[in-house]
């Protein structure tokens, strides 16, 4: 068990850049889920994958965001035209089932200058 | 949704028990209590879960209301180490729910 790696651990980009974030689960893990957390606040939830397949999107994710998990093994987060209201930490979490704990990566911080 | 309230902030003096209280009066019938903290710069780390029964590990107790709207999760003897924000997060589906969680502060 290496734990959740997210990479790169801070992305710092200018208005209006595209930024891709990775997230490597535990291998075992078919479950993977996506959060954003502002200073000060709980990590709110972005989307879900079961496998390969995006089952849960929130409100939250604009059409600017984007996420994959080919082959139900690692996950990109990508986001278009970046905002600095985008400027947050991303993490990202695995779990094995449904009643399982989730395993949080260090997330990816990223600045939006 | 799942939603859940808990104070914003405790204080607990080092070595003392603390008691970290969480509401979720929407919690379903099956979905399970999770509890996380989180230290700055990293990302939420599993402390304990259970569904009905209280619920007993290395790190912590978790005791659950017999209604299941509320649950308190129990350190035994503080340390500096445990200074954190803890959440508790029913899973509320597919998505698992943070509040603000609870800023724990342990002092010397």
């Known amino acids: 068990d290496t734990g959740v790696s997210q990479n790169p651990r801070h992305k710092i980009t200018k208005r209006g850049q595209n930024v891709t974030f990775r997230c490597d689960p535990i291998?075992?893990?078919?479950?993977l889920y996506w959060y954003r957390q502002t200073l000060g606040q709980g990590p709110e939830f972005l989307t879900y994958?079961?496998?390969?397949?995006?089952?849960?999107k929130s409100r939250l994710l604009s059409d600017r965001f984007s996420a994959e998990r080919p082959k139900g093994s690692f996950s990109t987060l990508e986001i278009q035209r970046t905002e600095q209201g985008d400027s947050a930490m991303y993490l990202c979490?695995?779990?094995?089932?449904?009643?399982?704990?989730?395993?949080f990566g260090n997330g990816t911080r990223l600045t939006v200058t | 949704d799942a939603k859940t309230t808990q104070p914003n902030s405790m204080e607990s003096n080092e070595e003392e028990p603390v008691h970290l209280p969480c509401n979720h009066s929407?919690?379903?019938?099956?979905?399970?209590i999770h509890w996380y903290r989180q230290l700055p710069s990293q990302g939420p780390e599993y402390v304990i879960h259970?569904?009905?029964s209280n619920v007993n590990n290395r790190m912590a107790s978790l005791a659950i209301a017999e209604d299941r709207k509320s649950s308190t999760l129990i350190l035994h003897r503080a340390t500096l180490r445990d200074a954190a924000v803890y959440y508790c997060?029913?899973?509320?589906?597919?998505?698992?729910?943070f509040g603000t969680g609870t800023s724990l502060t342990v002092i010397p």
């Open positions: 291998s075992e893990h078919n479950r």
């Open positions: 997060t029913p899973p509320g589906g597919n998505q698992f729910y």
């Open positions: 994958f079961q496998n390969e397949a995006q089952l849960e």
């Open positions: 259970g569904l009905t």
């Open positions: 929407t919690i379903s019938g099956t979905d399970y």
């Open positions: 979490a695995s779990t094995q089932s449904w009643d399982s704990p989730l395993h």
